[in-house]
């Protein structure tokens, strides 16, 4: 972005340091689950005043431990959950991990059509696509006891009514809960080193460098193709994802022909294809970032004349290396199901030639710099009422490079469900800008600056800034104010060479498919193609809305997202205005009320927007919404109506988001007496309105106190009281957010649905507020040594959800109180 007093920053946080300091750290939650460890090490020698010189560095070694889910199942808002579940659905159906897909793959014929329904002995029907319906088979042999139906697993999961189908005696099942990972493994490492020169009394040189890396493993769950029942004209399309050119390629399902040497019912008087629901459990998968970052900075700094100049060199990578292993091959798995097998063997754990065999670790080597030279000079002009009138400006030229480069596989599309995201693009900018202080009268300044730059890939922008402070009272009240535009350069990926593929959903409402849904009655809509057809719930929810019955959120929608070559830059408005009141020794606020509002903003569009143009014109947008093009999957008689399988966005312009509200902060000294000091602080924000229009003409969203587009609560705040004493010292915190509304809270405070009368009952409709509580202390009893520690979220609250959880956690996934009360230690050395 460019600010209009902003020019390339050239910051170190110290000029000059002597000495050493070395710290550690240690946290995790109240269960050790979580554990982050850092170490830091700082030192400096020698001295510009003395010496003519000052080197010094930094290096921090940090490690933050992976955490599975099966060590947060006591977390959160367990019970809340179970009972919902039981209120709703008279089941904890959805509270099971347990699944259908396992390495001794359960088993099943496959048919023309799905079969009549199947009634259990217990007076149970269960529809004839059901994995645990008739078309049911067996399972390989292997499976251990205590994961088969009817020895270690009951035919009915605990928790499950009467009202709940059983599975049959037999079937093997997996629990995903012993190696889904909710945070994933991190080691970093960063090394800082700055070297200042005296040249002379005027002149300065410094140079410094910068190193980081960064390295992060993430664990899966062994893939699973499907675990679907399919027949034998829609298992050759079980899997589909798209390709950057808005085609779609699919894989088939694991059907083992009769003849395959890992078809059970091979030479058997009942030979037949069968199809796996199966589990690759022998093949580990791991998603590996590893993250390199340099910068270099090379400068003078100095006077001449009456000018204070500062000038600099600075370059800046970062390379990334992304790692997904084992991933699967849809050429490798066609060629292992074919009829006489391949090198991988179904239900048995295979060589790692042979799991080389079907897969390969999928790899996009990504890289983006920086070069940058700027030079910025500053003097004082002439005399005025209040003091020297003084002038900077500045001068810079930057040049961009990135690009993001997926192997080979990844390009042709051979890996299943990955699609590749690349880019590719550079850029020169130039800049100039200057800024004028103005001393207007003694307890008046003013300040006014411009600045003007050229990009090569898209034109040209000027921006400014004005603003002031008054001291009417002095040392008692201060009040100050800005007007400024800004604007935001689109990125190199959204304007040049660029491709990318994303998962998409949309929240705001249930969108129907108007070739493929009767939504004559929106609240149950029934799909044309039947109820068992595996498209069933994308017909009548294409974007994955989530507030729907069981069995009805397909999940996710694959889109293809292109850069565009004629967006505009972003342009924004700002102003500032507020004071700061000291009436006397203890007491200090500051209130400040701001008002931001941004035009052009660069946005994918969404696919309810592209949904919602092509059901009012379906010729007109037709190209934007693809549809499977096997006729099998077609509605009887209707050419060319497959499902929908992805829609193509692109990045563009749309008009403006505004926000107002006001930032204050109190801060009382409740004691000041020799070394024991109490300070009592209140800081937050208050936002009064939050507004968004996507496109012309349409009424804008009024997102404050809602988390539907982004969390945007009313009221942010934190009380702190601390004490510092001669060898202790002491501190507490409350943390407050507002309860917000979520995209499911108009349906639920209205509807007479299961799934929402026990949420209105329970106040479980919005976003809980959250209200922590954090305490500190800290030691420097032993010379050179401070000790502190520290325990957030005191209380282990988890109000903060939502009120209808993920499936299986009793958690907001992805907030900061996953882990619920966490503890901090701390020990930092100073060798003075």
């Not at 060590?71 to 919902?84: A, I, M, P, V």
């Not at 070297?195 to 769950?221: I, P, R």
């Not at 400024?484 to 129907?512: C, E, K, L, M």
């Not at 397909?554 to 293809?560: D, F, H, I, N, Q």
């Amino acid at each position: 972005g460019s600010d209009a007093m902003a020019g390339v920053v050239n910051y170190v946080l110290k000029r000059e340091y002597e000495g050493a300091e070395i710290s550690t750290t240690y946290s995790a939650n109240d269960k050790r689950v979580g554990p982050t460890k850092s170490a830091n090490l700082t030192f400096g020698f020698g001295g510009l005043d003395s010496k003519g010189f000052n080197v010094f560095g930094g290096l921090e070694i940090s490690q933050r431990g992976r955490v599975l889910l099966s060590e947060l199942t006591d977390r959160g808002r367990f019970l809340d959950y179970q009972n919902y579940l039981t209120a709703s659905a008279g089941s904890l159906e959805r509270f099971s991990p347990s699944s259908v897909a396992a390495l001794y793959s359960n088993y099943y014929s496959v048919p023309t059509a799905y079969p009549a329904t199947r009634t259990l002995p217990d007076g149970q029907v269960i529809a004839g696509s059901s994995s645990s319906g008739p078309l049911f088979l067996g399972a390989l042999a292997g499976c251990p006891a205590d994961r088969t139906v009817g020895q270690g697993v009951p035919t009915r999961l605990p928790g499950y009514l009467t009202s709940t189908p059983s599975m049959p005696n037999g079937m093997c099942r997996y629990n995903t809960d012993n190696d889904l990972e909710y945070i994933a493994g991190q080691d970093r490492l960063n090394g800082s080193l700055r070297g200042t020169l005296a040249l002379n009394k005027d002149w300065t040189a410094y140079a410094d460098v910068m190193l980081s890396k960064t390295k992060t493993v993430e664990n899966f769950s062994p893939y699973a193709l499907t675990a679907t029942v399919w027949t034998a004209s829609t298992a050759a399309r079980a899997v589909t994802w798209p390709l950057v050119n808005g085609t779609f390629l699919a894989q088939s399902a694991i059907v083992l022909p009769a003849t395959h040497p890992d078809n059970p019912t091979r030479g058997t008087a009942n030979a037949q294809p069968v199809q796996l629901l199966y589990r690759f459990e022998d093949i580990p998968q791991q998603a590996i970032s590893d993250l390199q970052s340099t910068r270099f900075t090379a400068g003078l700094m100095g006077t001449a004349g009456a000018w204070d100049i500062d000038a600099a060199v600075v370059y800046s990578k970062m390379e990334n290396s992304s790692i997904r292993t084992n991933r699967m091959l849809s050429s490798g798995l066609t060629a292992a199901i074919g009829p006489n097998g391949g090198a991988y063997r179904f239900g048995k754990i295979n060589t790692p030639e042979a799991i080389r065999s079907i897969t390969a670790d999928a790899t996009i080597k990504g890289s983006s710099s920086i070069l940058s030279t700027d030079v910025r000079a500053s003097r004082d002009l002439f005399r005025m009422p209040g003091g020297n009138a003084a002038v900077a400006v500045g001068a810079e030229f930057r040049r961009e490079e990135l690009s993001s480069v997926p192997d080979a596989n990844y390009q042709k599309g051979d890996y299943i469900g990955l699609v590749a995201n690349g880019t590719s693009g550079s850029r020169d900018s130039k800049a100039a800008f200057a800024e004028f202080r103005l001393p207007l009268m003694k307890n008046l300044e003013g300040q006014v600056a411009a600045r003007t730059e050229s990009y090569s890939d898209f034109g040209n922008a000027t921006t400014g800034k004005a603003g002031f402070k008054w001291d009417p009272i002095k040392s008692t009240l201060s009040v100050r104010g800005t007007l400024a535009s800004g604007f935001r350069a689109p990125s190199i990926s959204q304007i040049s060479n660029s491709y990318a593929v994303s998962f998409h959903t949309n929240q705001d409402q249930r969108v129907f498919d108007p070739i493929r849904c009767n939504s004559s009655n929106p609240a149950s809509p029934v799909s044309l193609a039947g109820t068992a057809s595996p498209f069933a719930a994308r017909d009548c929810n294409v974007l994955g809305f989530s507030a729907v019955g069981a069995g009805q959120n397909p999940g996710s929608l694959p889109t293809v997202v292109s850069a565009n070559p004629d967006l505009k830059p972003e342009t924004s408005r700002s102003a500032t205005f507020g004071f700061i009141l000291s009436p006397n020794r203890s007491v200090d606020l500051s209130l400040d009320y701001w008002q931001f509002d941004r035009y052009n903003e660069i946005r994918v569009q969404r696919g309810l927007d592209i949904m919602n143009a092509y059901i009012a014109n379906q010729s007109a947008n037709a190209a934007y919404v693809l549809r499977d093009s096997n006729p099998s999957t077609w509605l009887p008689g209707v050419a060319n109506s497959g499902p929908i399988i992805g829609l193509i966005r692109q990045y563009g312009n749309f008009n403006f988001t505004s926000t107002n509200g006001v930032d204050y902060d109190l801060s009382w000294r409740l004691l000041d007496e020799g070394k024991n000091k109490v300070t009592a602080t209140w800081a937050g924000t208050r936002t009064f309105k939050y507004d968004q229009q996507i496109l012309s003409g349409t009424e804008p969203s009024r997102l404050v106190n809602t988390a539907i587009v982004q969390e945007v609560p009313k009221n942010r705040y934190n009380l702190r009281l601390q004490w510092t004493g001669e060898q202790w010292g002491a501190w507490g915190r409350m943390n407050h957010i507002d309860s917000m509304r979520v995209s499911s809270t108009a349906t639920c405070e209205t509807s007479t649905s299961t799934l929402y009368v026990p949420l209105r009952a329970d106040g479980l409709c919005l976003l809980g507020a959250e209200r922590t509580f954090d305490l500190g202390v800290s030691y420097r009893g032993i010379k050179n040594l401070v000790l502190t520690g520290s325990v957030l979220n005191l209380a282990n609250s988890y109000n903060r959800s939502v009120g209808i959880p993920n499936i299986f956690t009793y958690w907001d996934l992805g907030t900061p109180g996953m882990l619920g009360r966490r503890f901090s230690l701390t020990a930092s050395y100073d060798f003075k």
